[in-house]
Every structure is written in C-alpha cells, then in structure tokens.
C-alpha cells in the first residue's frame, strides 16, 4: 500500500515503525498520558512497563488507532494513527488486555473470522487459522466453544487472533497475565521466533522478568509520563549502585536486622517477611557489606546469606516509579 | 464498498453463528410469543371483535408479529453492549474493516432473527385459526414490511447502548420507550375505543402503522375501510417512518461510533 504512495513513506523518519509524538490524552480531568513519545525501530521488541494506572493501556489503544489523543500525534510505518486509520490497522495486530474472544463460537471459527476481516480469502484465512493453532499448541482444541477453554488457552487464542493476518506490527496489551511460568516461556520462544521473522513487537507487562527476558529496550512509564528508557542493562545501571542482599537464620531477627543495615545505607530495606530476607539499594564501593557483617555480628545475629547484587529490574522499577492507583 | 459488503457479509455469519450456538435464547424468543396468541386469544377474544375482522384471531396475529418484533430489537442492544463490555467491538476496531460494518452486521443478523420468529408467530396464529385472505406474496411482503420497520427500531437501540456503555443499563432503559409504543397502539385492540388524547398519538404513530399494514396486507384493504383507514394510507405512512427511523438513529449510532 505505501509503494503506491510514497508520500507517506517520507513521513516515516529513519527505519522508526512506531512513533509517537509527544502523546497526551485526557479523560475528563484525568490526565491518562502527558506528552509521551515514543520511538520503536523496525524489528525490535520494546517493552512498556509501568504501574498499575500508568498509561500503558492508554497508550497502546492511541498507537492502535482505537482512541484519537487529545494532542500529539502517533505514527506506524509512517502512517497517521488518525488520519490513515485503516492502513495503520491494516499492518498491526493487537491482543488487548482483556481476551477478546468469543466464547461461543470455537477457537477456529474465531481465528477464521478475523481472517476473513483481514481481508483474506476463505481458504487463506482457513490456513492461517490452522497455522496459528497449530504454533500456540491449541488444534486439539480447535473445534471446541471456546468457553470450554481454560484461561490460560483463551488467552493464547485471543494472542492468535492477533497473528493471523501476519501483521507486521504486533501489539500486546500484557500477554502472559494469568499464564503459568511453563506457557509463559513458551509464548517468550514464540514471539522471539515472530521477531526473528521480522516482526515488531509493542508489549505492555507487569513482568519485570518479562522485560528483561524479551525486551530490547524498555520504555518506563508512570502517571502518564515516560520517565525513563533504554535497554534494560542501561536502565539497571541507570540507577548505580548495587543490593545488599540478606536472609537471617532466625526469622524473627529480620526487622532487627533491617533496622541496624538501614543506619549503613542511605535507601530504606526492602524485606520480604516469608523468607526472612530484605534488600537495599547501596553504593557500589561504600564498604557496606562489610560494615553489615560487622553490626549483626556485634548485635548476635546469625545470617545465612550476606551478598551484593547487580540491582534488578524490580528495583529499577520501584525506585523511578512512585506507583500509582 | 466491495469491502464494506464483505466484512458486513463476515460480521452477520459471526452473530448469527452466536444466536445458533445460545439454542435457549431462540426457544424462549420462540415461546414467548406462542403464550402471548394463546393469552390474548383467550382473554380478549371473548370482549373484542374489531370491525371488519372475521375474528379476533385474525386482528391479533399481525398486532404479536410487529410486538415481538419490536421487544427483540432491544436484543440488538444489549448485543452491542454486550460485545462493548467483552472487549469484541475494540477487537474488530482494530481490524483493517470498515467500522460500519460492525454494526450492521449485528442489525442484520437479528433482522434474520427477527423474520424466522415473525413465521413462527403466523404458523402459530394458523394454528389459532388465523385465515389468511390474500395471497402468498402479500403475505410474505406484510412479514418483511414488519421485520423492516423492527430493523429501523434496531438502529435505535444500538445508539442506546453506544451511549449507555452497559449491558445492564440497556435492559433497564431499554422498555421505557417500547412499552407506550407497543401497547398503545392498535396491537392488541382498536385505536377507536382509546380515550381521545391517547387516540390522536395511537393512531398515527409507528407500530400503528406498520401493524394496519400487515392487517391489509393479510387480509384485504377492507379490514381497515371498515373503520375509515386504507391499506395505501397504512403502507405509505410506515414507509415514511422507516425511512425516517432508520435514517436518524443509524446516522447517529454510525457518528457516535466513530466518534470514540
Ligand atoms: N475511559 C476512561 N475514562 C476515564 N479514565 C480512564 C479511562 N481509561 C483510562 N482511564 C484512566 O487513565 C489512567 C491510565 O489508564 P491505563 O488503562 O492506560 O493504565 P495502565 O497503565 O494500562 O494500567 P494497568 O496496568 O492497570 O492496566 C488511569 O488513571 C485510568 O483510571
Ligand atoms: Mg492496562
């Protein structure tokens, strides 16, 4: 479609297929996006991660043409989110949030439809629909209703209605929520093949594993504002520095222990109860682990682990967000 | 346009597929009017006879055709509100379609609906004792004059629920409007024995006409001479409000749609 007009061809800039431009949408007086922008280079996965509330979603309906911004504009394969709607959607595929499958209708039926909406012929969108179930593991239950599907196999059909008419990009509005780790991995093998294929993948998460396991790069977004980006090596880094990891023996020592590390470091512990473990975000070359082993030593506290990490992503995401609702 | 018609054609089979697979909903949309000729007949059959009806029967069968017809049309919008709320609608949004297309396919499906149960209501009515007079081709012509103007209610109840956003909130507006429509009306018994005020909004309005139409067309103009209207007046009248109908409520539900 563009070869016939290249106009719209220059309006792409460089090999940029998803581009948003300083993107706000206002809902009321809700201020769902603030001037965000975004740049996703052909073939890339990137990762949208953000909180609960964040925009993610907002974001992902403005790029997929289901929402007009309030201001800015949104670009795919150099075309208008709202002014060239049709050939936006003609290149996209997206899975919403929520599964948007038909529940009485069986997971073939639904897969051929949505061919037959991508303007496939009848016995295109049947090979399609068949190659798709095939991939995601679902053909023994092709022709069953699909509201006799476990969540987990709704879910991925509601991704396969997303890849029948082979779009060129992809767009994930938090695949694997609700999915067990096993499927999970297997739907990361299987979008890292779509991307070796060539296509582009958008996917919003609230997996930080996820990100880092998928993820070219990362866009961070948190009350409606991107607040940071890169690969998730550079985001890590980003923030410097390094965790001090602890467990105590005795599970009851944890708070004590967290009390007299917090006085080392100048960032608050983070503990998880259950495993009588906490983490805090230290300088790197601050001598704190040693100073740690030294305090609970003097106040008689056994540990059985006392390390420093390279921070995660948890901690990336936790420290530049402030959460939202 | 050859696209338009495609996705339209695609869209129908996926709702009618769905109204297949709910086999309740078609036998409750099947009985419901069956009880309504055996609860009429025999309440009113004994107090009214219309002028110019050979029995009361025959004046009922059109009046539970066009009642039913109208009550499924709320069905069109809880559908849509229905695929609103279960995320189907922003699916097919996001698909290389023409938008339109989703919403007729969902008003032609039911329309398909609507005509099967329509022959159902006259089946049932022969079994009554329904005689028709005319003949076949202006009888079918009197059940599709009914599932037409039924469509036209149909765009109404699709703008209801693109501004309600909720299933529920269909069901609970849904009847406020239908309700003075289909009852008062000459549906179950004649315009003629309605208080004065209520007569002037009975006589002229929709489900009057369309009801008189499928009268006349059923049996002969004469049923309706007989107190001072005519089969041409009847037609004329329901065809203008289709027309109108139709064209305001599809206009506003198609620019309300692509408004989000
Ligand atoms: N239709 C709407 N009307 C009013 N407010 C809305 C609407 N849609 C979203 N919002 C608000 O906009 C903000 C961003 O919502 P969005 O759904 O984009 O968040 P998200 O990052 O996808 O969150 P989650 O991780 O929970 O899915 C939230 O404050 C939300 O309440
Ligand atoms: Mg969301």
Redesign the pocket.
Known sequence: MAAQNPSFESLASGDAIIEARNVS?N??D????IDASLTVPEGQVRGLL????????????VISTLLSPTSGTALVNGFDVTKQGKQVRSIIGLAG?YAAVDNLLTGRENLEIVGSLYQLSRSEAKAQANDVLERLSLTEAADRPVKTYSGGMRRRLDLGASLVGRPKVLIL??PTTGLDPRIRIELWDFLKDLVTEGTTVLL?T?YLEEADALADEITL?DS?RVIAEGTPSALKEKIGGSSLVLATRNSAEIAEAARLVAAIGNAEPVIDEDKASLSMHVDSDSGAIVQAAQALDSAGIAVSELALQSPSLDEVFLRLTKG?? | MIGFFNDMKTLTRRNLLRLIRTPEVLIFSTIQPVLFVILFDSVFGGSISPLGFDSYTDFLIPGIMVQTAMFASINTGIGVAEDMEKGAIDRFRSLPISRLAILFGRTNADSVRTLAVSIVVVLTGLLFGLRLTENLGSILLGVVLSVLFANSIQWAFVLMALLVRSLEGVQAVAFLPTFPLVFAASTFAPVENMPGWLQVFAEYQPVTTTVDSVRGLFFGSEVLEASGGSLATSITLTVMWIVVIFAVFASLSVWRFSKN
Not at chain 1, 30 to 33: E, P, S
Not at chain 1, 50 to 61: E, F, R
Request: proline share 4%; no cysteine; glycine share 22%.
């Open positions: 949408v809902f009321g809700v201020h769902a996006l953000g909180p609960n509330g964040a925009g993610k979603t907002t974001l992902v309906n949030q509005d938090e919003t609230q977004i409606g939202g609702n």
